[in-house]
């Protein structure tokens, strides 16, 4: 092929037809690359049904911009001379097309970004990394808020987002005369369980999909995961019927149990189409737009509507923004000093804890658990055991199929870990067994007891959350937020105390870990 105008590098999680990237694109003049690459599914150990997902939903979307009759570089995984990472590939492109410009959408990692720039300086060839129109609230925009603000509080920045979207507004007031219904969507499903929840609508594979699930499971057969339950949307088309079907059959439920868990549920009342969000198959104004009519029409109570949409106008939005104002210093915070290595069982599932037991297993199983499962069951106990929060963030990043960095490692770090020291939460999210117990029925399977911080029926978590403040008391006695929590240490005798460090010392000496 003749030398290109402009190269238009597409990655995985950039699958937009409308992204800027395409803007002032010249079907005869410039060419669209693409390139799927082994060294972004061995980055880290990444679950199957994540590798399979980014690839099928690549291929759809390569197979669309080629009945446009666009002409693109698509580079397989499978083929013979694939150099097996983004950079190599894309050096290799700019070699065989020698294009005056390479123009790319802000990518969803650092890593990612800084590999564009260096390649560019190399090559001498103008880079043009465009805004991505994706989001609501862009990179510099973000930075300009949180510059004139002493604290980065995501409640803060959503009431923005709300003001400016004009969003579950009324004469420039929040509808129902608050901004937050967080308080009405806490409950737990009690001992009957969840009843008439409708299952997500699924997606079987097609001939695309089918070659691309034979392809990882003989390349990457050793990875953690199945791709027995992948009915996941790969196209626009069908992530737009998986939004319509979380509208009508769970939005109304949504809120009252958006954090309640229950044996053998994996997805409840909630949406599942975070990954075609991160892919860019869904567009958010859409999803909010669809989310807000619902209310409107009557279809769901304002609760359930409202904490949807704060989910994306809010929490995404707030989480890219203090990834791309922190990085790339944000992933060696470790303002608890955590040291620990991951347990084994995160990989295996094999624990005797009821509770991780099933968020584990159902992770996977499906490479999906709900946000109350990522943060109050796993991501508390890695908190608690004080596990090294790079080596958390490695996990979240493998092991979901939703997962890009840019979302991924302030969720973990930030809120999950607190490794930041609070520039996201405003606490450590740090419980014992007694909220896993009120919050789903695990306990009731389980051979531990949450109340129990000692003895041989003590539960884990018990018991590393009073080592935890233990052993973080003098830090967490200057948050108001924690003050309480810590000062119930006050009732714990010297001999409890000592016998609560003995048990969580056995505990992390007893627990097998680092062998993944």
């Known amino acids: 092929m003749q030398r290109c105008r402009n190269l238009i590098v597409v990655f995985g999680d950039q699958l937009d037809h409308q992204s800027a990237a395409f803007q002032g694109f010249d079907q005869a003049r410039d060419l669209i690359w693409m390139a799927e690459v082994a060294g972004e599914a061995t980055h880290v150990r990444s679950h199957k ?16 911009l080629k009945a446009k009759g666009n002409p693109l570089e698509y580079r397989k995984l499978d083929a013979k001379d694939n150099l097996g990472t983004l950079a190599t590939e894309l050096s290799a492109a700019v070699a065989k097309f020698g294009p005056e410009r390479i123009v790319a959408v802000e990518p969803g990692e650092f890593r990612v970004e800084q590999m564009l720039k260096q390649l560019a300086a190399e090559t001498r060839i103008t880079l043009e990394i465009r805004a991505d129109r994706h989001f609501f609230c862009q990179r510099d925009e973000f930075a300009a808020w949180a510059k004139e603000r002493r604290e980065l509080r995501m409640e803060f920045f959503y009431r923005e987002m709300r003001k400016k979207h004009r969003v579950l507004l009324e004469n420039g007031d929040p509808v129902g005369g608050k901004w937050n219904f967080d308080s ?10 969840p009843r008439d929840i409708r299952p997500p609508r699924q997606f079987a594979p097609d001939e695309i999909t089918g070659e691309v699930l034979a392809s990882v499971e003989a390349r990457f057969g050793d990875h953690p995961g199945s791709l027995e339950h992948f009915d996941l949307p790969v196209t626009a088309a069908d992530a737009e019927l998986a939004l319509a079907d979380f509208i009508e059959h769970r939005l109304p439920g949504f809120g009252a149990f958006q954090d309640a868990m229950w044996t053998g549920e994996p997805f409840l009342f909630h949406s599942r189409i975070s990954a075609a969000l991160n892919l860019k198959l869904l567009n958010p104004r859409r999803v909010v737009a669809a ?8 279809h769901a109570p304002l609760a359930a509507v409202e904490g949807f949409i704060r989910q994306i106008l809010g929490w995404r939005e707030y989480v890219r923004g ?24 995160f990989w295996d599932g094999k624990t005797e804890m009821n509770c991780l037991r099933e968020t584990i297993g159902q992770t996977l199983e499906y490479g999906y658990a709900h ?5 109050m069951v796993t991501g508390l106990f890695a908190l608690l055991f004080g596990v090294d929060p790079v080596e958390v963030h490695h996990w979240y990043l493998a092991i ?14 930030g809120m999950s870990q607190f490794s930041d020291g609070g520039i996201m939460a405003s606490k450590p999210y740090a419980a014992t067994g007694k909220y ?10 389980c051979k531990y007891k949450p109340e129990d911080s000692t003895g041989e029926k003590a539960c884990p978590f018990t018991t590393l959350y009073w080592d935890f403040l233990l052993r973080h008391q003098e830090r967490l006695l200057k948050n108001p937020r924690m003050a309480m929590q810590v000062r119930n240490l006050a009732r714990l005798s010297p001999d409890k105390k000592k016998e609560i460090r003995a048990a969580a010392l056995r505990i992390r000496e007893t627990t097998p870990k680092g062998g993944y």
């Not at 399979?52 to 939903?57: M, V």
């Not at 009405?184 to 369980?193: A, H, L, V, Y």
């Not at 989310?291 to 009557?298: D, L, N, Q, S």
């Not at 199929?401 to 770090?413: G, I, K, M, Q, S």
Request: glycine content about 6%; some cysteine; hydrophobic content about 45%.
């Open 322 to 345: 203090i990834y791309w104002a922190y990085m790339p210093g944000y992933l060696a915070m470790n303002a608890l000093e955590a040291r620990e290595s991951l347990p084994d069982f």
């Open 49 to 64: 049904m994540r590798i399979a997902l980014f690839l099928s939903a690549m291929r759809h979307f390569a197979t669309e």
């Open 400 to 413: 979901y199929y939703d997962a890009v960095e840019w979302v991924e490692l302030p969720n973990t770090a």
């Open 371 to 375: 946000h109350i499962q990522r943060l």
């Open 184 to 193: 009405e969507n806490r409950g737990s499903f009690g001992k009957s369980g």
């Open 291 to 298: 989310a807000e009519k619902a209310y409107f029409r009557g």
């Open 436 to 445: 896993i117990s009120r919050m789903s029925n695990y306990c009731a399977g």
